[in-house]
């Protein structure tokens, strides 16, 4: 990757790296999401800033450095990019001929409202998160607070994982501040329904390892309720053992469930 793009735009670079299809309109906010930061202000009011393709500005590197060009301008609304060959490879099943392109990411503090969001709907899909619907009390405010706490601590973080432009899933890496424990840290994992059997869950679990093994973290640890068959299988693909069992540790609709605790050795 070259080293003259602007770091805000590398996001953008790994998505149109990793994309297949032969054209791609994203919406400015999807831009935005894969970015993690908003557009500039050009951006929106003139069509010249999308069709640069010479310096001393190197944004538009992050789509032609893959192949990109951009074919239609909607200002404020949408960008079309198109490439003349379609990008090969052998690991993309031909039963897919459209699979999204996706990169995962830390959060960032302008993410904050779309990460509620993006909870709030993983709540309505799924009995299998900790917290019921009505105890949801995070804002956007107390997120970004913790942001920027979490990043003096260099051990807690959320990935987030961008398909197309949307939010399609997380994980929460959350290290322990004593200096006993800081090589250790919880992991919880959430992809919204439209988004799982797509390797999604898979590829967040390699990307939280690999950002745990740069920060020193060497134990990972999960907590499973017991019939979620589809986490526990995850989890057992990807190496994590079962340490225990927490008898009746959740309370769900007045029936008792008990709860797998799962480690993982980097």
């Not at 944004?59 to 379609?86: C, E, P």
Request: hydrophobic residues 40%; contains cysteine; charged residues 25%.
């Amino acid at each position: 990757m070259t080293k003259k793009m602007e770091k805000k735009y590398i996001p953008l670079a790994n998505y149109f790296e990793v994309a297949l299809q032969q054209e791609i309109t994203l919406s400015f906010s999807e831009l935005e999401n894969i970015m993690g930061q908003a557009l500039p202000n050009a951006a929106y009011l003139n069509r010249s800033w999308w069709k640069k393709t010479k310096p001393p500005l190197s944004h538009y590197l992050s789509w032609t450095n893959a192949g990109y060009y951009v074919i239609d301008v909607k200002l404020g609304t949408s960008i079309t990019f198109s490439r003349t060959q379609m990008k090969t490879t052998s690991n993309i099943s031909t039963n897919d001929d459209n699979p999204p392109a996706y990169i995962i990411r830390a959060i960032e503090a302008s993410d904050a409202r779309s990460f509620i969001h993006l909870q709030e709907e993983i709540f309505q899909q799924t009995d299998f998160m900790y917290n019921m619907e009505n105890e949801l009390d995070l804002t956007v405010q107390q997120l970004r607070k913790d942001l920027v706490y979490w990043k003096q601590l260099k051990n807690r973080t959320i990935l987030c994982c961008i398909a197309n432009g949307t939010f399609a899933g997380y994980a929460v890496i959350h290290g322990y501040k004593h200096s006993k424990a800081k090589h250790v840290a919880t992991v919880h994992l959430a992809v919204k329904e439209e988004h799982q059997r797509q390797g999604f869950g898979s590829a967040l679990m390699e990307a939280v390892e690999r950002w745990s093994i740069q920060r020193d973290i060497s134990r990972l640890e999960a907590s499973v309720m017991e019939h979620n068959d589809r986490a526990l299988n995850l989890f057992e693909k990807l190496g994590f053992q079962q340490e225990g069992i927490r008898q009746n540790a959740i309370k769900f609709n007045d029936a008792f469930i008990n709860e797998y605790s799962l480690s993982k050795i980097l």
